[in-house]
Every structure is written in C-alpha cells, then in structure tokens.
C-alpha cells in the first residue's frame, strides 16, 4: 500500500495495489496488518456505510463533535472530490483544509481522521461512496459546517448550482462551529 500525505497531517490518500491480468482485476481494500505498517496506525472499525448520489451532489462538511469518527473512505462507481478540514483548536493546521479526487477508476482511498470534518462533492455522472468508521453514527452529536462558508475557502470543483442536503444549507460557519481541544 502506498501512502500519500496531503497538506493536512493525518489526512491521507492510499493507494492499495491492483494485482490485473486478462480476467480482470483484484484488490485487497482493507487489511488491518497492512494499514498499520504503512500508516502507523492500529484502528477499529465499527460500522460500514454506502450512499450513491448524483452529479453535483455536494455532501458535507459532517463531524461528530462527541464519539468523533475516523473515516476511511473508499468510491466503489464513479468520482469525488473529497475534502476534510481541520476542526482540532491544538493543531497548527486549524481551520485548513485539503481537497483530492478519489475514483473507482484509481482505486484510491482516502483516510479522514478524528477531528476533521468530512464532506466531497460527486464529480461523475453518479458515484458510490463506502466509508469505514472507527465510531459509531451518533446523531445527537452529529455536527454540520457550511461547506461555502469564505473563511474555509474550499475550491470545490462545482459545475453550476451544488445538489445540497437541508441541514448542510443551514449549518453553522467556521467561527460559529463547534470545534475540538
């Protein structure tokens, strides 16, 4: 497994190994022993998720402000733009943000940890997004940032008017979010 940082420390992309030949093609997504030898990290997985959406649809910027979840997320049909932003107070990257494609296509997967908010935007004509975590879903705690809030100033890769869910239209800016130590 190859290991690409991103501007944020912590916020990974990677890109597991593809073994092809005339039958096609076969991957292993997820081993344990293999993401700590190249990450570092020993992590519990609780909870699997899938959606599928439609070119345009901008999700996000979601976080759990108790029981935080580490993501892994993994885009089993079409393209994302994905982004995670720095939400921990202690961190010299507050406020930051990193944005990265991940596509089927790539096989790359990208590794959001606790203290980031999440959100991508489908950049295909559909996209299916499956995403591991270290937490369960709590949606008492569950959080929302404007993902066009200015002082962010994510570079989202728009093609006209974003498809946004209710509550991310009417989440909080940065200066209002709740945020970690």
Known sequence: MKVIETALPG??????????DPRGWFMEVFNRRAFREATGLELDFVQDNVSRSARNVLR?????????QGKL????????????????????????????RVSAESARLAWIPQGFAHGFLVTSD???????????????????MLWSDPALGIEW????????????WAAKRFAEAETYA
């Not at 995403?131 to 959080?143: C, G, I, M, V």
């Not at 890769?157 to 991310?168: N, T």
């Open 126 to 144: 559909s996209a299916e997004v499956q995403y591991k975590t270290t937490d369960y879903y709590a949606p008492q705690h569950e959080r929302a």
């Open 157 to 168: 890769p728009l093609a006209g008017e974003p498809i946004v869910a209710d509550k991310d």
């Open 73 to 100: 997320i993994r885009v089993l049909a079409g393209e994302i733009w994905d982004v995670a932003v720095d939400l921990r107070r202690s961190s010299r990257t507050f406020g930051k943000w990193a944005g990265f």
């Open 11 to 20: 916020v990974l992309v990677l890109e597991p190994r593809v073994f092809s």
């Open 60 to 68: 996000g910027l979601h976080y759990q402000i108790q029981q935080p």
